[in-house]
């Protein structure tokens, strides 16, 4: 098994000789650079100015002083984001609004350098040496136009490692996506993974088989449901990719063995926190993915709250890698509804839909009527075949709280089954469960 290219790029990145590299190396390098941040932090930017005001960069000599530092959260971004800007207006590159999935108001903007892209495009060259290599043909289902944007920052990547990119964008006509790879000779495929479905389930899904040798999976959380879809209808690898772009788009990316991400640990410290308690959890519990960044100039971001939940992995990567691992992302902190005793995840959803044949999204909504609780699933389908309906609920059977409310008469699912796209499907926005009932439980 061939050991993540990361590995190389880390040892570059801290100055260690390749094949040397070591956790305590790493470790040592990371507290050196949150000092730095810390520093900066507290010099330049107004927000960090005030929150660590008490704090002094040269005490922070291990993990569990940074650990104290208080939290950055979400809102405290939306509420006044140039608070956090380091640097001069002048030398900033590239300015990208955030809207929250089903909010509306003020979204949240974060603000790169040029130096900060160029960890990006960094980044994804070593990162995407995992799938593809030189004279490989890359077709890029994401946004590209902008410079600056993920998919011109990929485009720029693969072509440091001499892969070919085929910019394209995200699929708002899945035929024409399907004949672009075609006509472009595209062999592996980066994109959002209902997208990328889209195409493996579609009627002329087929001219793909055997041509595609590797997909990356990206933007969204994957279901292993996707994964499979993809493989088995392709015969080809998916990998997955985290990142976000308060993190500088780039987070982590599975290696050969395919099992959790190896992080972007030269530029982002990351931790597992309880969410709420804030404590941070040993290795191998489930928590909130919290992010420090490590060599940001334009907006450095401390203990930044994700909102995502997964676990660091324990023990050796298959691959060899020195680099630490985190499990797939399958949900998040507030993607959980309450049904009953029992809770219901869009990461359970996402499971047991997208094993149903021809499904390729779906919505879905909680409400009450006259005391008893109403899940509607609107699942979108394929246009040349039909889904039986019977499937779905039996398949939604599988959830326990589901089955459990069910059979006590105490839920009513309704099902419903075209082929129209409907908003957000066709775009980055993530899947949710919409809780509409006056009385709610968050988890």
């Given at each position: 098994?061939?050991?993540?290219?990361?590995?190389?790029?880390?040892?570059?990145?801290?100055?260690?000789?390749?094949?040397?590299?070591?956790?305590?190396a790493?470790?040592?390098?990371q507290?050196?650079?949150?000092?730095?941040?810390?520093?900066?932090?507290k010099?330049?930017?107004?927000?960090?100015?005030k929150?660590?005001?008490a704090?002094d960069?040269n005490k922070?000599?291990?993990?569990?002083e940074?650990?104290?530092?208080?939290?950055t959260?979400?809102?405290?971004i939306?509420?006044n984001?140039?608070?956090f800007?380091?640097?001069?207006p002048n030398?900033?590159?590239?300015?990208?609004?955030?809207?929250?999935?089903?909010?509306?108001?003020?979204?949240?903007r974060i603000f790169f350098?040029k130096?900060?892209?160029?960890?990006?495009?960094d980044?994804?060259?070593?990162?995407?040496r995992?799938?593809?290599g030189?004279t490989?043909?890359?077709?890029?289902l994401?946004?590209?136009?902008?410079?600056?944007?993920?998919?011109?920052l990929l485009?720029?990547?693969?072509?440091?490692?001499?892969?070919?990119?085929?910019?394209?964008g995200?699929?708002?006509?899945?035929?024409?996506?399907i004949q672009?790879?075609?006509?472009?000779?595209?062999?592996?495929i980066?994109?959002?993974?209902?997208?990328v479905?889209?195409?493996a389930?579609?009627?002329?899904?087929d001219?793909l088989?055997?041509?595609?040798?590797?997909v990356?999976?990206?933007?969204?959380?994957?279901?292993?449901?996707?994964s499979?879809?993809?493989?088995?209808?392709w015969?080809?690898?998916?990998?997955n990719?985290?990142?976000?772009?308060?993190?500088?788009l780039g987070g982590?990316?599975?290696?050969?063995?395919?099992?959790?991400?190896?992080?972007?640990?030269v530029?982002?410290y990351f931790?597992?926190?309880?969410?709420?308690t804030?404590?941070?959890?040993?290795?191998g519990?489930?928590?909130?993915?919290?992010?420090?960044?490590l060599?940001r100039?334009?907006?450095?971001?401390?203990?930044?709250?994700?909102?995502?939940?997964s676990?660091?992995?324990s023990?050796t990567?298959?691959?060899?890698?020195?680099?630490?691992?985190?499990?797939?992302?399958k949900?998040?902190?507030?993607?959980?509804k309450?049904?009953?005793?029992?809770?219901?995840?869009?990461?359970e959803?996402?499971?047991?839909?997208?094993?149903?044949?021809?499904?390729l999204n779906?919505?879905c909504e909680?409400?009450?009527?006259?005391?008893?609780?109403?899940l509607y699933v609107?699942?979108?389908?394929?246009?040349?075949n039909?889904?039986?309906?019977?499937v779905?609920?039996?398949?939604l059977?599988k959830i326990l709280?589901?089955?459990?409310?069910?059979?006590?008469?105490?839920?009513?699912?309704?099902?419903?089954?075209?082929?129209?796209?409907?908003e957000?499907?066709?775009?980055?926005?993530?899947r949710q469960?919409?809780?509409?009932?006056?009385?709610?439980?968050h988890?």
């Amino acid at each position: 098994m061939i050991k993540t290219p990361l590995d190389d790029w880390i040892s570059r990145k801290t100055g260690v000789q390749s094949g040397t590299l070591r956790r305590d190396a790493i470790e040592h390098y990371q507290l050196i650079q949150l000092r730095n941040t810390i520093t900066l932090a507290k010099e330049k930017s107004n927000y960090y100015l005030k929150s660590l005001a008490a704090v002094d960069p040269n005490k922070i000599v291990s993990f569990d002083e940074f650990s104290k530092l208080p939290y950055t959260f979400p809102q405290d971004i939306k509420e006044n984001p140039l608070n956090f800007v380091c640097i001069s207006p002048n030398h900033i590159e590239r300015i990208v609004s955030l809207q929250s999935s089903g909010t509306t108001g003020v979204p949240k903007r974060i603000f790169f350098t040029k130096e900060d892209q160029e960890l990006t495009i960094d980044f994804f060259d070593y990162g995407m040496r995992n799938l593809v290599g030189p004279t490989d043909r890359v077709l890029i289902l994401l946004p590209w136009e902008s410079p600056g944007s993920v998919g011109d920052l990929l485009r720029i990547a693969l072509e440091r490692m001499n892969a070919y990119p085929i910019p394209y964008g995200p699929v708002s006509n899945t035929n024409e996506a399907i004949q672009a790879a075609v006509t472009y000779q595209a062999n592996s495929i980066v994109g959002i993974p209902t997208q990328v479905l889209s195409m493996a389930r579609h009627k002329n899904g087929d001219l793909l088989q055997g041509k595609i040798k590797s997909v990356l999976l990206s933007t969204d959380h994957v279901p292993n449901s996707i994964s499979r879809a993809i493989e088995e209808k392709w015969d080809c690898k998916v990998f997955n990719h985290y990142g976000m772009t308060e993190m500088g788009l780039g987070g982590g990316v599975q290696c050969s063995a395919r099992l959790g991400y190896h992080l972007r640990e030269v530029d982002l410290y990351f931790e597992i926190i309880n969410p709420e308690t804030g404590e941070v959890l040993p290795e191998g519990e489930l928590g909130e993915v919290v992010f420090t960044t490590l060599t940001r100039s334009g907006m450095p971001l401390i203990r930044y709250r994700t909102g995502d939940v997964s676990r660091f992995i324990s023990g050796t990567c298959p691959c060899g890698s020195v680099l630490r691992s985190m499990e797939v992302v399958k949900g998040r902190v507030s993607g959980k509804k309450r049904l009953g005793k029992f809770d219901i995840s869009v990461a359970e959803l996402d499971e047991v839909l997208f094993s149903i044949e021809n499904v390729l999204n779906y919505q879905c909504e909680i409400d009450e009527r006259n005391g008893k609780d109403y899940l509607y699933v609107n699942i979108m389908k394929a246009d040349f075949n039909n889904i039986d309906e019977d499937v779905v609920h039996h398949a939604l059977q599988k959830i326990l709280a589901v089955r459990n409310e069910v059979v006590k008469d105490r839920l009513k699912v309704v099902v419903n089954i075209d082929n129209q796209q409907f908003e957000g499907s066709n775009g980055t926005a993530k899947r949710q469960i919409i809780d509409n009932r006056k009385v709610k439980v968050h988890i």
